[in-house]
C-alpha cells in the first residue's frame, strides 16, 4: 500500500526520466517500415468514397498549375532582361544567373524549411497518434527517424515541382547543357536533406514562441497579421514587377549598376543556396558540394541530439488530459440576451483557437491592403494596355472576389462548434437566435473589412466617393449572401471534428464549395460589368448607369435567394438534427 502511494506521489520529471530511459536505444528500421506503411495507408484512405475533397483537390490542382504557368511566363521575360544588365560596359552572364538561381533557391529553401517546422510540429507533438505511440515500446529516435523520412517524401515532391520548373525555365531561355539536367535533380534529392535538417532543429524553438503565444490572443492576433501583411507587400512588390514586364522593358533601366552589385553583395552572403546556384552555372566548386555535406550532416546530426531531451517530454505531455484554464477575478456577469451571448461566445471561440483567428480575423483585416494592390496593378495594366478607364469595375471585381475568400471560413460556422451544437440545441434557444449569431459576427467582420477597402480605394484616389460608397454596398450585399448560404450548407454536410478541443484541422468539402461559389460569384458579375463597359465605350454610348443597375440587381438576387435557401425548412431540419460525424 505504501509503494502504491509513494509511486502516486511521484513527481512528473521522475515519471518523464522513467520514459526517457524506457524508450532509450537505436533506431528499430522494422519499427521504422512499419510507421511507414501505416502513413501510406492513411493516406490512401482518404482518397476514399465520402471522404475525398474532389472540388478542393481539383481547386488546388488547378491553383498549381496557375502558379506554375504563370511563373514560366514571367520568369522566363525576366531572365531575358537580367542576364543582359551590363556591368563595367559588359554582360557577364555567370554572374547574372547564378545571382537569379541564389534569390530563387533562398525562396524555396524558405518555404520549404517553414513547410518543414509546421509539419514536423503538428506529426510530433500535437497528432493523435502520440497517444498510441507513447504507450507502446517505440523509442524517440526510431519515431523521428520515421517522421523525417515522411517529410522528406513530402519536401522532395515540393523540391522536384520548384526547382525543376526553375531549371526547366531558365533552360527554355538560354540554353543549357546536358550535365544541366543530372545536376537538377541531384540538387532535388540533396535540397529536402538540408531543409528537413534544418526544421527539424527549428521545431523546438518554434513550440516554445507557440506555447508563449498560446494564451496571449490579443499578441498573438498582433504577430499573426503583421505576418500575413508583411507577406502581402512583398507579393505587392513582385506584382508591379509583373507590370514593368507586361508594359515594356522599363525594368531593365531599374538595374543600374550600383542595384546589381548590392544584389551580388547579399547573393554572396545567401547560403546554402550560393552553393547551390554555383553548381548549377558551373562557377562553383567541388567545396559547394562538401558545404551542402557539412549542412545536411550537420542539421540531421543536431537534431537527433535535441530529439531525445524534447521528444519523450512530447509523449508524455500528449498523453496527459489538459487541465482548462484558471482566470483570475472571475466576475459574474450580469444577466444579458441570448443573442448576445452567442454572439460573444461566437467570438471568443474565434479569437481563441489560433488556426481560426489566422484564416478570418487576421484575413479580413488584411484584405484592405489585397484590395489596394490588386487594384494599383489592375487598373493600370488594363489603361495600358486596353485604353479604357474601367477603375470601377475593376474594384467591384476584386472587392467581390477578395471578400468572397475572406468570407471562406463562414463555411465551418456549424462544424466548428463541434459536440456543443447538440448543447445549445437542448438550450431554451430559437433556432434563429442560433444561426443569426453566427451570421452576425461574420457581418460585422467583413463589414468593417469591406468599408476599410472602400475607404482606402477613395483616399488613394482609385475611385470617387460616391463610387466607393457603391462598391463597399455590394462588397457586404454578396457578403451576406455568402455568409448565408455557407453557413446553411455547412449545417447540412456539418461534420464535428474528433479532437479534444474541437478543433477542425483540415478543410472540408464545404470549404471547397464556398469557395467555388464565391469565385463565380465575382467572375459573373465582374465581367458582365467589365464587358458593358467595354461595349459601351467602343459603340460611343453613355450607359454607366448600367454598371450600378446590373450589379444592385445581381446583388439584390443573391440576397433573397440566399435568404430562402437559408431559411426554407431551417426549424424542422434543427429539431431532426442528428448529423456531425465523420
Known amino acids: 500500500m505504501k509503494d ?9 520529471k521522475r515519471q518523464v526520466a522513467q520514459h526517457q530511459s524506457q524508450n532509450a536505444g537505436g533506431v528499430k528500421f522494422r519499427t521504422v517500415r512499419a510507421l511507414l506503411r501505416k502513413g501510406r495507408q492513411e493516406r490512401r484512405s482518404m482518397f476514399k468514397a465520402g471522404q475525398f475533397d474532389l472540388i478542393g483537390f481539383l481547386l488546388r490542382l488547378l491553383l498549381a498549375a496557375a502558379i506554375v504557368a504563370l511563373f514560366v511566363v514571367f520568369f522566363g521575360r525576366f531572365v531575358d532582361v537580367y542576364v543582359a544588365v551590363k556591368t563595367a560596359g ?17 525562396v524555396v529553401i524558405v518555404g520549404m524549411v517553414i513547410g518543414g517546422v509546421g509539419q514536423l510540429g503538428r506529426e510530433l507533438f500535437t ?8 504507450a507502446m515500446p517505440i523509442n524517440a529516435r526510431t519515431l523521428f527517424v520515421a517522421r523525417l523520412i515522411s517529410l522528406y517524401r513530402g519536401q522532395f515532391t515540393i523540391a522536384l515541382v520548384a ?3 526553375i531549371n526547366a525555365t531558365f533552360a527554355w531561355r538560354v540554353g543549357v547543357l546536358p550535365v544541366f539536367w543530372a545536376l537538377s535533380v541531384g540538387v532535388c534529392f540533396l535540397l529536402p536533406l538540408i531543409t528537413m535538417g534544418i526544421a527539424a532543429v527549428i521545431v523546438p524553438l518554434y513550440q516554445v514562441v507557440k506555447k508563449f503565444l498560446k494564451d496571449r490572443y490579443v499578441l498573438m492576433f498582433i504577430v499573426v497579421t503583421a505576418l500575413l501583411g508583411v507577406c502581402i507587400w512583398l507579393y505587392s512588390i513582385l506584382l508591379s514587377g509583373v507590370k514593368q514586364l507586361l508594359l515594356g522593358d522599363s525594368l531593365k533601366y531599374f538595374f543600374s549598376e550600383k542595384v546589381v552589385d548590392t544584389i551580388g553583395a547579399v547573393c554572396s552572403a545567401l547560403y546554402p ?13 567541388v567545396w559547394s558540394w562538401v558545404g551542402l555535406a557539412a549542412v545536411a550532416i550537420v542539421s540531421i546530426t543536431v537534431s537527433m541530439l535535441i530529439i531525445r531531451r524534447i521528444l519523450a517530454r512530447a509523449l508524455q505531455a500528449r498523453n496527459q488530459s489538459s487541465s482548462p484554464a484558471v482566470f483570475k477575478n472571475n466576475i459574474i456577469t450580469p444577466k444579458g440576451s441570448k443573442f448576445n451571448a452567442l454572439l460573444k461566445k461566437e467570438f471568443l471561440h474565434i479569437f481563441r483557437t489560433p488556426s481560426y483567428m489566422f484564416s478570418y480575423f487576421s484575413v479580413a483585416f488584411i484584405m484592405p491592403l489585397m484590395v489596394y494592390f490588386c487594384m494599383d496593378v489592375g487598373a493600370s495594366l488594363v489603361v495600358n494596355l486596353v485604353g479604357l478607364d474601367c477603375k470601377l469595375e475593376i474594384a467591384l471585381f476584386l472587392t467581390i472576389l477578395f471578400g468572397a475568400l475572406t468570407n471562406v471560413f463562414c463555411a465551418t460556422n456549424i462544424s466548428r462548434d463541434g459536440e456543443m451544437f447538440y448543447a445549445a440545441k437542448a438550450m431554451p434557444i430559437g433556432y434563429k437566435t442560433v444561426f443569426f449569431s453566427k451570421i452576425v459576427l461574420c457581418l460585422i467582420v467583413t463589414m468593417i473589412s469591406q468599408v476599410a477597402s472602400a475607404i482606402t480605394l477613395w483616399a488613394t484616389d482609385m475611385v470617387s466617393f460616391p463610387n466607393a460608397v457603391f462598391i463597399g454596398g455590394m462588397g457586404m450585399l454578396f457578403s451576406f449572401a455568402n455568409i448565408a448560404v455557407a453557413t446553411r450548407y455547412d449545417f447540412n454536410h456539418a461534420k464535428f471534428s474528433t479532437e479534444e478541443d474541437g478543433e477542425i484541422k483540415e478543410s472540408s468539402g464545404t470549404v471547397s464549395v464556398v469557395i467555388v461559389m464565391g469565385m463565380l460569384f465575382s467572375f459573373v458579375v465582374g465581367g458582365l460589368v467589365f464587358a458593358l463597359k467595354v ?41 431532426e438534427f442528428s448529423g456531425g460525424g465523420i
Not at 127 to 134: A, L, R, T, V, W
Request: proline content about 1%; charged content about 20%; overall charge positive.
Open 4 to 12: 502504491r502511494k509513494s509511486e502516486a506521489r511521484r513527481s512528473p
Open 90 to 106: 559588359k554582360t557577364d552572364f555567370a554572374a547574372r544567373s547564378t545571382e537569379l538561381f541564389t534569390i530563387l533557391y533562398t
Open 127 to 134: 497528432s493523435d497518434d502520440m497517444k498510441i505511440f507513447s
Open 163 to 165: 526547382v525543376m520548373t
Open 273 to 285: 543556396a550560393r552553393w547551390l546556384a554555383g553548381i548549377m552555372t558551373g562557377s562553383g566548386s
Open 535 to 575: 461595349f459601351s465605350q467602343l459603340r460611343h454610348f453613355e450607359l454607366g448607369f448600367l454598371t450600378y443597375a446590373l450589379a444592385g440587381g445581381i446583388a439584390v438576387l443573391a440576397v433573397g435567394m440566399a435568404l430562402f435557401y437559408l431559411l426554407f425548412r431551417l426549424k424542422r431540419k434543427y429539431y
